[in-house]
């Protein structure tokens, strides 16, 4: 009758034997990098393992960079690894620093052998579904959307990323709480995660609340970058979070990555309503596709009642979703409505997705319903990249 054995880094050594390098490198193994989210032996990390016949051990371990602002986390996680090994008395960790040529192999490795600057998402093939979340006009809540869809995603167990390209409007790093800073290994950005989500923006490079005074050249090169040296592993959904109206920025999306399909976010009132139609039009000279529409601040659900106030009116979005149908020949759906909260609103302040911190909520629970649907393409796609007949449509 078989039985279950422990892995050979846990098994009961002899009092007094010292652990092996095979037990502690395994245990290495387990540690991933908390920026490139890979094993720090696949990185070629690991400097040395030393072993002494107490049982104590040594590990070198080379960062990427000598200003790695993640060092601590690092020597945490690689002392706790090692610590489980059986025999390990204690561990030391020494950290050093990669020398150019080691920097170069990492990036070249984690590019695929690709050259330089190609944009991962834009290759033949590629599994990410990249959706440019667009609007007719500020104010209608775009970026919180956004962003409550990427971290509802993440929670759902998709790999997601967020560019904000909203060059001049930036506003995502503060709403999904990523307040952490990028690392640059040679020419690769490795982005800092929040919630789960990666992300990059200008304003992660920019000193305080300073202005982006740019012409159009100088931000598609900035949406070039975050799009092709940003490491972003391999995600299932990226999504792209557009400046009003049909600028520099949604032609640049259209040219660097064509196979972008366009989300357009709109307000129920017919002045919103008639300039997101024209946003999403653009589809039509890029040939783009449009996934479809999402009404925000679609009524507030009157606090002493059931009934709810159509503050804005009542239906924009479905009036979007017919024009761009007829538009463009093609079905666009409406995805669903959110409601005015203040949950949202205060989430969005203070870094925190009400799909996390309030999912049941009005609010939360229309953000993970089109959340779900936009999660269930991503799926799909990947399912039919090993002959999989995708569940989930629309």
Same mark, same amino acid.
């Given at each position: 009758?078989?039985?279950?054995?422990?892995?050979?880094?846990?098994?009961?050594?002899?009092? @007094? !034997?010292?652990?092996?390098?095979?037990?502690?490198?395994?245990?290495?193994?387990?540690? +991933?990098?908390?920026?490139?989210?890979?094993?720090?032996? /696949?990185?070629?990390?690991?400097?040395?393992?030393?072993?002494?016949?107490?049982?104590?051990?040594?590990? &070198?371990?080379?960062?990427?960079?000598?200003?790695?602002?993640?060092?601590?986390?690092?020597?945490?996680?690689?002392?706790?690894?090692?610590?489980?090994?059986?025999?390990?008395?204690?561990?030391?960790?020494?950290?050093?620093?990669?020398?150019?040529?080691?920097?170069?192999?990492?990036?070249?490795?984690?590019?695929?052998?690709?050259?330089?600057?190609?944009?991962?998402?834009?290759?033949?093939?590629?599994?990410?579904?990249?959706?440019?979340?667009? !609007?007719?006009?500020? &104010?209608?809540?775009?970026?919180?959307?956004?962003?409550?869809?990427?971290?509802?995603?993440?929670?759902?167990?998709?790999?997601?990323?967020?560019?904000?390209?909203?060059?001049? @409007?930036?506003?995502?790093?503060?709403?999904?709480?990523? /307040?952490?800073?990028?690392?640059?290994?040679? +020419?690769?950005?490795?982005?800092?995660?929040?919630?789960?989500?990666?992300?990059? !923006?200008?304003?992660?490079?920019?000193?305080?609340?300073?202005?982006?005074?740019?012409?159009?050249?100088?931000?598609?090169?900035?949406?070039?970058?975050?799009?092709?040296?940003?490491?972003?592993?391999?995600?299932?959904?990226?999504?792209?979070?557009?400046?009003?109206?049909?600028?520099?920025?949604?032609?640049?999306?259209?040219?660097?990555?064509?196979?972008?399909?366009?989300?357009?976010?709109?307000?129920?009132?017919?002045?919103?309503?008639?300039?997101?139609? $024209?946003?999403?039009?653009?589809?039509?000279?890029?040939?783009?596709?449009?996934?479809?529409?999402?009404? +925000?601040?679609?009524?507030?659900?009157?606090?002493?009642?059931?009934?709810?106030?159509?503050?804005?009116?009542?239906?924009?979005?479905?009036?979007?979703?017919?024009?761009?149908?007829?538009?463009?020949?093609?079905?666009?759906?409406?995805?669903?409505?959110?409601?005015? =909260?203040?949950?949202?609103?205060?989430?969005? =302040?203070? @870094?925190?997705?009400?799909?996390?911190?309030?999912? /049941?909520?009005?609010?939360?629970?229309?953000?993970? !319903?089109?959340?779900?649907?936009?999660? &269930?393409?991503? $799926?799909?796609?990947?399912?039919?990249?090993? @002959?999989?007949?995708?569940? +989930?449509?629309?």
């Amino acid at each position: 009758m078989a039985t279950d054995t422990p892995p050979d880094s846990l098994r009961e050594v002899p009092p @007094g !034997s010292a652990p092996s390098e095979d037990a502690v490198r395994a245990a290495l193994a387990t540690v +991933n990098d908390p920026e490139i989210h890979r094993p720090i032996t /696949d990185l070629g990390m690991v400097k040395s393992v030393d072993i002494a016949s107490d049982g104590s051990v040594g590990v &070198g371990i080379y960062l990427t960079v000598s200003g790695c602002p993640l060092r601590e986390t690092i020597t945490r996680e690689v002392t706790s690894a090692v610590s489980k090994v059986a025999g390990v008395t204690s561990v030391a960790v020494e950290l050093d620093v990669m020398s150019d040529e080691q920097r170069r192999e990492l990036t070249t490795s984690l590019r695929g052998g690709q050259a330089e600057r190609e944009i991962p998402f834009a290759r033949p093939g590629s599994l990410t579904r990249v959706y440019a979340v667009a !609007s007719g006009k500020g &104010g209608v809540g775009k970026s919180s959307v956004t962003v409550n869809i990427a971290a509802a995603m993440a929670a759902d167990g998709l790999k997601v990323g967020v560019v904000d390209a909203d060059i001049y @409007g930036h506003s995502v790093p503060r709403m999904l709480g990523a /307040d952490g800073r990028p690392t640059q290994v040679e +020419n690769m950005i490795m982005p800092p995660s929040a919630n789960g989500v990666k992300v990059i !923006s200008i304003g992660m490079f920019t000193p305080g609340n300073a202005p982006v005074v740019w012409r159009g050249p100088m931000l598609h090169r900035a949406l070039q970058q975050f799009l092709a040296d940003v490491y972003w592993g391999d995600l299932d959904v990226l999504l792209l979070d557009l400046p009003p109206g049909t600028g520099d920025i949604a032609i640049s999306v259209a040219q660097l990555v064509p196979n972008a399909e366009i989300l357009v976010v709109t307000t129920p009132q017919q002045a919103a309503a008639e300039v997101a139609e $024209r946003a999403g039009t653009i589809a039509v000279q890029t040939h783009q596709k449009i996934v479809g529409v999402i009404e +925000n601040m679609s009524g507030l659900p009157c606090p002493h009642c059931d009934e709810m106030v159509d503050v804005f009116g009542t239906g924009g979005g479905q009036r979007v979703a017919e024009g761009l149908t007829r538009t463009t020949g093609a079905s666009v759906p409406v995805l669903g409505a959110i409601p005015i =909260d203040v949950r949202l609103r205060e989430g969005s =302040d203070e @870094g925190k997705p009400v799909v996390l911190t309030d999912p /049941d909520s009005p609010a939360g629970a229309a953000l993970r !319903s089109i959340a779900g649907k936009l999660g &269930g393409r991503a $799926r799909g796609l990947a399912g039919l990249s090993l @002959g999989i007949t995708p569940r +989930n449509k629309f």
